[in-house]
């Protein structure tokens, strides 16, 4: 098997709206931290695979379908091609989501090419190489779902669920020098708040950069199923450099105990899958809504009414959207060897990632969210009767209907894991 890397800035060249945070002031007023797409290429008997770390929020999944299309041009299928947003939440905005700051027609472009550029740079430098994965604990998520009086809050919960386990691969070329990590960890990037403008790749960034200067060759992070776990420290640019030195450290463990992967084919897969959507409420039901809203003052609005306004206008304005019944995805998993890497285009909960791993390697599975695009968040079946914003609120951001229940077992039905 051989391998190649590629890193391209993907900062942007002027002001931008930031995404990640609603009611956030808008544009950008500069930045911190350049962002980069970073990608690794692999190549075994004719077989090509790519994997891409981008420090966005994530893709929508018609430019995942235009990166394909460029792709395909240069042998990638797509089964073989991973494209991971880090869930920053100090980058440009990038997918459509509402409230959550406008993207731009030219960054976008901007983004496109970095990354189809990034690939193609990747797969000229191909070494001959070895993978060695392990896997160590890492302490800087936490459950972000506390339960209240009032229904769950977003708030710190040390007791409930997370997915403790950090995995690591190391690529290396045959004289032992190292061409590339790779790590997966399931925490939100959110150490700075919605109060940042400055671009960032947040707590991930700070790791990658501090891994690839510490001669752990290019660093990839894919982000995990954070959709119930922020960083147990946050705030401020202190805390992101804490954080990125407590998963350095965990990264450190794991290819202090890393095994080689067995000598074996590189190949991708895809799972078709529909999932359910639940039943908006009826186009009176929504107008209503609309009348109560519009009977405020605009500064007595709070952000939830704003929010409501656009999204019930959107509902009952295009049907073909917001009255469907499912919604086809494609889950889907990188075997490298014993190295195993599934993917899930949605924010997922840390539940999800357990499963997964659960089904396949110990200690040698990583299970990236947020790639190849992202449907919003997918909660575990049991969230439904807990509530809170993942299930009653998110949905309204990110799309027109929220996903049933249900989803939770036909996802992890296609890895095998219900």
């Known amino acids: ?3 190649g890397t590629a890193k391209i800035a993907i900062t942007p060249e002027g002001v931008v709206d930031l995404s990640g945070f609603g009611a956030r002031e808008q544009p950008s007023v500069g930045v911190h931290d350049d962002i980069f797409a970073r990608c690794v290429a692999l190549e075994q008997d004719g077989r090509k695979l790519a994997i891409c770390s981008l420090e966005i929020l994530g893709l929508d999944f018609e430019q995942v379908d235009w990166l394909r299309g460029e792709l395909a041009q240069d042998g990638y299928r797509p089964e073989n091609l991973l494209f991971c947003g880090t869930h920053t939440h100090g980058g440009p905005a990038v997918q459509s989501l509402r409230l959550c700051g406008t993207a731009s027609p030219a960054y976008e472009k901007q983004l496109l090419k970095a990354i189809v550029k990034a690939v193609r740079e990747a797969g000229k430098q191909m070494k001959e190489c070895r993978v060695n994965v392990g896997a160590a604990p890492c302490a800087l998520g936490v459950n972000r779902r506390k339960p209240g009086v009032t229904g769950t809050q977003l708030e710190p919960n040390p007791g409930g669920d997370t997915d403790p386990e950090l995995v690591a ?4 070329s045959f004289n032992g020098e190292p061409i590339a990590t790779i790590f997966n960890y399931a925490c939100h990037a959110v150490i700075l708040g919605g109060d940042n403008r400055l671009v960032t790749g947040d707590w991930p960034g700070a790791a990658m950069e501090k891994l690839q200067s510490d001669g752990f060759g290019l660093t990839l992070f894919l982000q995990g199923c954070c959709g119930d776990v922020n960083p147990v420290i946050r705030g401020t640019w202190e805390h992101r450099e804490k954080a990125a030195e407590m998963a350095v450290a965990a990264v450190r463990e794991a290819l202090e105990h890393a095994s080689d992967a067995a000598e074996g084919g590189a190949a991708g897969a895809m799972y078709p899958v529909s999932l359910p959507l639940l039943p908006n409420p009826s186009d ?3 107008r209503a809504r609309l009348d109560e809203i519009n009977a405020l003052a605009p500064d007595q609005r709070g952000f939830a009414e704003w929010r409501d306004l656009i999204w019930c206008a959107d509902v009952i304005n ?3 959207k917001s009255r469907r019944t499912e919604l086809p995805i494609a889950t889907g998993e990188l075997r490298i060897g ?3 890497i599934a993917w899930l285009p949605a924010e997922a909960f840390s539940a999800y ?7 396949r390697t110990p200690g040698k599975t990583m299970v990236a969210a947020y790639t190849n ?5 997918l909660p575990t079946a049991a969230a439904y009767s807990e509530g809170g914003y993942e299930v009653h609120d998110a949905y309204r951001y990110y799309a027109y209907q929220m996903i049933a229940p249900e989803s939770e ?3 992890l039905e296609t890895f095998g894991a219900a």
């Open 1 to 3: 098997m051989k391998a």
């Open 169 to 172: 691969a190391q690529i290396r």
């Open 284 to 286: 009176e039901e929504l």
């Open 318 to 320: 295009a049907p073909e």
């Open 338 to 340: 014993d190295l195993v």
């Open 353 to 359: 990632s357990r499963a997964i791993k659960a089904a």
């Open 373 to 377: 695009g992202n449907i919003g968040y």
């Open 409 to 411: 077992d036909l996802v």
